[in-house]
């Protein structure tokens, strides 16, 4: 069984960063293409950025430049750094996992993690 596990959440102020780890286990990493989501209080999640097999990234518009995914196949680890944060940002953040990048851009990967907590507040 494939399991993910989301760290690095926590608070922190305006304009400040974060960089958020994805292990995954019960699986082979290598093969996943893997992806960000968000969710805010009150929100739907949102896709926020993905990265394929091959390690090609994709971003939602409104991230790129400021979000920067990666990953380390050695070490089964997602991440995504997150820089100039603002209160927006606020939310949890999810990791998933899926066959292809489309799969993980449409919301539609089988495995995710519990999400981790960011909070942009002064």
């Known amino acids: 069984q494939v399991q993910l596990v989301e760290s690095g959440g926590g608070l922190v102020q305006p304009g400040g960063s974060l960089k958020l780890s994805c292990l995954v286990s019960g699986g082979i990493f290598a093969d996943y293409s893997m992806g960000w989501y968000r969710q805010a209080p009150g929100k739907r999640r949102e896709f926020i950025a993905g990265i394929s097999i091959g390690g090609s990234p994709f971003y939602k518009p409104s991230v790129k430049g400021l979000f920067n995914i990666s990953r380390d196949n050695a070490k089964n680890t997602l991440y995504l750094q997150m820089d100039s944060l603002t209160p927006e940002d606020t939310a949890v953040y999810y990791c998933?996992?899926?066959?292809?990048?489309?799969?993980?851009?449409?919301?539609?990967?089988?495995?995710w993690g519990q999400g981790t907590q960011v909070t942009v507040s002064s």
């Open positions: 998933n996992a899926g066959s292809s990048g489309t799969v993980v851009r449409s919301g539609r990967s089988d495995y």
